[in-house]
């Protein structure tokens, strides 16, 4: 796994293919570049695709950023530490909220927006909160019940839970506390950025109702909704997802 510095930050990150255009895909609450695995593997011969740690994360140094603004700044850090200036940009959940915000910031260098599993408003319920505060583990069992889809396969189950689980305390609370301030409902008819929007049809976290706003305010954006699938639906129906963002990172080449 490459490493890069950036921000002052050891970064970790997932790397496949080479060239352009550079896909960023950044994990949402908990999570690593590694929920992205699928999708390294299935773009790698049609883009360079790149998967960080966000800070406080996975093999990433530093401290979890408290906001979404400042998670965008990381980002922006990680790319130029790479020199990639022109950026399909992806997000899942938080890291959704993240590319929103990113593009929002920087119209100039997002030649793609890839939304999975997130929306331009993320409240958190107030119960969720308060169980990840006072008592961790049953507030990540809640948060993964709420999750992933009752159909999935129990090792599929199992294997979201336990990387949930191996966060440090305070990380997923710290997340999501992020996620309820976000808001972009106002601002995301201002993207002019190309778009794709990905959801599964069972989402609790994030529902189709949030994707599909994006098609109703982004001009020109595509909305897929994925049956058989919750709130990772790239790892729960990675194919149908994969095939998604192929086709859309093919479609953002730049000319
Ligand atoms: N896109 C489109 N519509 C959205 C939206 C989004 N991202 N976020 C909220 N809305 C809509 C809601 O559906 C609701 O519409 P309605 O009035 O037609 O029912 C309205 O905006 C207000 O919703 P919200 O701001 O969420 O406040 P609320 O007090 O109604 O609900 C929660 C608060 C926490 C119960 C609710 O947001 C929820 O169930 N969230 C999902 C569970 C969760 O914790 N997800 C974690 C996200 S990381």
Known sequence: MPRVQGNGVRVHYESAGAGAPVVCLVHGTGGTGGVWTRQLEGLADVAHVVAPDLPGHGQSGGAPRASIRECVAFVAGFLDALSVRHVVLGGHSMGGAVAQEFALTYPERVDGLILVGTGARLRVLPRLLELLATDYPEGVSLLMRMAVSPTAPTALRASLDHAMAANPEGVVLGDLRACDAFDVMTRIDTIRAPTLAICGEEDRLTPPKYSRF?????????????????????????????AALREFAQSCCRR
Do not use: D
């Open 214 to 242: 994006f098609g109703e305010r982004i001009a020109g954006s595509r909305v897929v909704v994925v049956p058989g699938s919750g709130h990772y639906v790239q790892v729960e129906q990675s194919e149908a997802t994969t």
